[in-house]
């Protein structure tokens, strides 16, 4: 049905096109006036006027249809009688509903179940109906006025462009409206979850066993119960893994890549510059999935060979392994920023350094990297923020258990891997398991946004700096 | 320490600290090398499959059907027995016993495959043709060397009679390697011989279509708007702070809001490139729109002055003469947020693409797989014939990367033009 609304407007569009282009050549010539703009334009008008209301009412229209109807159905289904414990088996009994009336459905059937069905047809079409009437009758007041507008001989081209113009200004909001999407995502499902686990219990609490909370429908929590989930949801476990696997990963990218960064912005000539940098830039385009594959099943294991022939114990899931891992991924993040910054280090204060007889890594150490030290230490951080925000290696190569420990060669878990596990096939919705989830994506998103706020600030004061 | 001691010292510690950065850059080249080779030496062995070369006789009494049967007849018929006759005449069997380790060798699919065959022609009853039979994953495992026979037979999924069947085929030249149709063909399967990345393909496909479809325009004209029209306000620093925190989230933070948005209040059903793509499009925006303006501020003030001069209004100057030379940087822009939208796994993971799907989905609503999220699956199944599938499902993924950084790269030198 919406392809063919999509092709009607599309037509009627086109036409309106050469008829608006046409009209008002045509009126040009036989009152003999000078037109405000060059006819397309008038033609573009007509368009715009033409399709841009109909498209913004399907799509709202085609957003909001599915959740109506349901709640509507589901009303309705209850009023037969039907009585459905939890919101999970409401949306089974409307999954049934809506596979009769495709006629996909075989199992069971009941007189409340036929009913709906037939109540669900009837809505459907009603819904189906009315929103065709509707958007022809959009279409033809809003063609009505733009055709009066042209017969006046308006400024087309002008109107056009203020039209377009807030087109332009809409898709800029869409950064916006992304982030308020993702932060009432995040803290709908969070505010549910904190009613139930209260939030000192989660930041302190020292022991994570989210597979403890079985209980499916968080409002019917009993007192045994919430005892029992009081100290499954404790955040200090994840929270250490993942800075501890972060933390290896900085053991490896800093060194690795601040002095990749230095040699190639101080040393290197051009040709290796050339070469080099697109190469190790390389290790960031990899997918992290083939990181995570090379971790659990090339690293992991030959750690822990080595480890047995040292006669150490090395779990096959170590953070070792994970961060080592992580850590090259993360290379060219500090290698280009600290080469940037380094670059934009004028070239005034080497110059001086050199003329009371300093050498070259003497220059660096003392003059260049201080002066550079807020971009890099910027850069920095913008690399721990990827660090405690990757998911893939740490699924695939760190463990699953929340231990809390600073063995490397011990598996621990990251706040990612839990998300994931907890997600990850069939969730109960509204049960504190899946809502967990919800509260650790809020955690990374905070501590990210925190991170990167704290980065982008470094670089740009520095920048400012040497402007 | 006399004068030139300490500056004999001196030179040492500037050597010392060239040689850091050299090393440097060459342990993260190294790395590379070692990566692409580990997973090359892996993976190669999966574009081709062992095949048991078998004499199949088309029996009437065990067939159903006659020579020119229709389609749908031959589609319907049972070629089971056909298969076992034929398949335990490959290698003189003592027993029932031995029979079924004889049948064990061959994949799952042997009967499909002589199906097949008559499909092909169905004029062969009552002869006899050599079909290559693809073998099971431990025989072609085996053939490729991965399989270490020497272990204590206990802890080797292939008996030491099969060994022995193995060696007689050997001696024989009944067993080879052919092309692995299967493997870019077929969906995914339980079975590592059958399993293919055709499924997987064609679902990144979409989905990367979808995020293009979205991402490209939006990002476009947001970018122009920023770039050319914003007012210097309150609202346009918020938008560009949003842009740039939204392009330092983490991506499974995307794969949360898909899952709260898209699949729990819009409805839009699970798994499906669908989602997929509207999910790497919201990921994918802020990392096209850097570049997209990056690109447009390179464009000098003097050709938007030269085209408001002669009398064209902020639009055309805009869209006529700006857009125009800017597009190439926005096209490599785009193509390079492409290739990072293709290899996103952990957002995929949360919308349901990890469901085992079996079939090529045939429209972007489809429950399907994709590439990154296949290489995943792949690599927690402990069957040993699934780490060369997802090691050459990796090389694919690559070479499809590394096509599209290229294509940026050959666009922005080819047609970029440098104003200095």
């Known amino acids: 049905m919406n392809f063919v609304l999509l092709f009607l407007i599309t037509i009627f569009s086109l036409s309106l096109f050469f008829y608006g282009r046409s009209k008002t050549k045509s009126i040009s010539i036989e009152k003999n006036i000078r037109l405000n703009a060059l006819p397309k334009f008038y033609g573009y008008y007509l368009v715009l006027w033409c399709s841009i209301p109909a498209l913004v009412f399907l799509l709202v229209w085609s957003l909001f249809e599915p959740v109506i109807i349901k709640s509507i159905i589901i009303e309705t289904a209850a009023n037969q009688g039907a009585i459905f414990g939890d919101k999970n088996e409401a949306n089974l009994i409307y999954e049934k509903i809506k596979a009769i009336h495709l006629g996909t459905y075989f199992g069971d059937m009941d007189s409340i179940l036929r009913e709906s069905a037939l109540a669900y047809a009837k809505f459907i079409n009603l819904f189906t109906n009315s929103k065709v009437v509707l958007i022809f009758g959009i279409i033809i007041a809003s063609v009505i006025y733009s055709l009066k507008k042209i017969k006046n001989n308006n400024k087309a081209r002008d109107d056009v462009e203020v039209i377009l113009k807030g087109l332009l200004f809409v898709s800029s909001l869409i950064a916006i409206l992304t982030t308020l999407g993702i932060i009432f995502s995040l803290l709908f499902e969070s505010i549910k979850f904190f009613s139930v686990i209260n939030i000192f219990d989660y930041l302190f609490g020292t022991n994570w066993s989210p597979q403890r909370a079985f209980v499916r429908d968080a409002s019917s929590i009993t007192a045994a119960e919430f005892e029992e989930l009081k100290d499954a949801f404790g955040f200090i476990p994840l929270i250490a893994g993942t800075s501890f696997i972060a933390f290896i990963a900085m053991l490896v990218a800093v060194p690795i890549g601040l002095f990749s960064g230095i040699y190639m912005a101080e040393y290197a000539s051009i040709k290796v510059r050339r070469i080099s940098k697109p190469i190790i830039e390389i290790l960031a385009g990899i997918p992290t999935v083939v990181y995570g594959f090379f971790a659990a099943l090339t690293v992991g294991p030959f750690f822990r060979q080595v480890g047995e022939n040292l006669g150490l114990t090395v779990s096959s899931e170590s953070a070792l392994a994970a961060g080592l891992i992580m850590g090259i991924m993360i290379i060219p993040y500090v290698s280009s920023l600290s080469d940037d910054v380094i670059n934009s280090v004028p070239q005034s204060l080497r110059d001086g350094s050199y003329a009371v007889g300093a050498t070259k890594s003497e220059t660096i150490k003392q003059v260049v990297i201080p002066a550079a030290l807020p971009g890099i230490i910027g850069s920095v951080l913008l690399a721990v923020s990827r660090a405690i925000g990757e998911t893939m290696i740490v699924v695939m190569a760190a463990g699953l258990a929340a231990n809390l420990t600073i063995n490397p060669l011990e598996s621990t878990t990251t706040i990612t891997t839990q998300i994931v596990m907890i997600l990850v096939g069939d969730q109960e919705f509204d049960s504190p398991k899946t809502q967990s989830a919800f509260a650790l994506g809020l955690t990374l998103f905070i501590a990210t946004l925190i991170l990167n706020y704290i980065a982008q600030r470094a670089v740009k004061k520095y920048r400012e700096k040497y402007d | ?420």
């Open chain 2, 1 to 420: 320490m006399t004068k030139e001691e300490r500056l004999k010292k001196r030179h040492r510690a500037e050597k010392r600290f060239r040689f850091y950065g050299l090393t440097s850059i060459f342990v993260a080249l190294l790395f590379v090398v070692i990566l692409v080779q580990n997973i090359f030496s892996k993976g190669s062995s999966a574009f081709k499959k062992t095949v048991i070369t078998t004499e199949v006789f088309f029996d009437q009494e065990l067939l159903e059907i006659q020579n020119g049967a229709s389609q749908e007849e031959i589609m319907e018929a049972d070629f089971y027995d056909i298969m076992i006759e034929n398949l335990i005449k490959a290698y003189p069997a003592k027993d029932r016993d031995e029979e079924d380790e004889l049948l064990k060798l061959f994949s799952g699919d042997a009967e499909i495959e002589i199906k097949k065959a008559f499909l092909n022609d169905n004029n062969l009853i009552g002869k006899t043709i050599t079909l290559d039979l693809t073998a099971s994953d431990d025989i072609d495992q085996l053939h490729k060397g991965n399989y270490p026979r020497d272990l204590p037979e206990e802890r080797r999924r292939i008996s030491d009679f099969q060994l022995v069947i193995y060696d007689y085929f050997v001696e024989n030249k009944k067993i080879s390697k052919n092309f692995n149709n299967y493997f870019f063909n077929n969906g995914d399967s339980r079975d590592p011989e059958l399993a293919g990345i055709g499924g997987a393909l064609v679902g990144s496909f979409y989905s990367i279509l979808i995020c293009l479809l979205l991402a490209f325009p939006v990002a476009v004209l947001a970018s122009i708007y920023l770039e050319e029209f914003a007012p210097k306000n309150k609202i346009t620093d918020f938008i560009e702070i949003n842009i740039n925190n939204l392009a330092a989230v983490p991506s499974i933070v995307y794969g949360l809001l898909a899952l709260q948005i898209l699949l729990a209040t819009i409805q839009l059903p699970r798994s499906t490139p669908l989602v997929a793509g509207i999910t790497l499009a919201l990921m994918t925006l802020p990392r096209i729109i850097i570049p997209c303006r990056a690109s447009l501020k390179a464009v000098p003030p003097s050709i938007r002055e030269g085209a408001l001069a002669v009398g064209a209004s902020k639009f055309q100057s805009v869209f006529h003469h700006v857009v125009p030379l800017a597009l190439p940087g926005t096209l490599s822009g785009t193509i390079i947020g492409l290739a990072q939208a293709l290899g996103e796994t952990a957002p995929l993971i949360l919308i349901g693409m990890v469901a085992f799907v079996v079939d090529i989905p045939s429209s972007p609503v489809d429950p399907s797989s994709s590439l990154p999220v296949q290489v995943y699956l792949w690599s927690e199944s402990a069957e040993r014939g699934f780490v060369e599938k997802t090691s050459a499902t990796i090389m694919m993924l690559l070479s499809f990367l590394i096509v599209m950084n290229f294509i940026a790269v050959y666009l922005r030198q080819k047609f970029e033009k440098r104003w200095n």
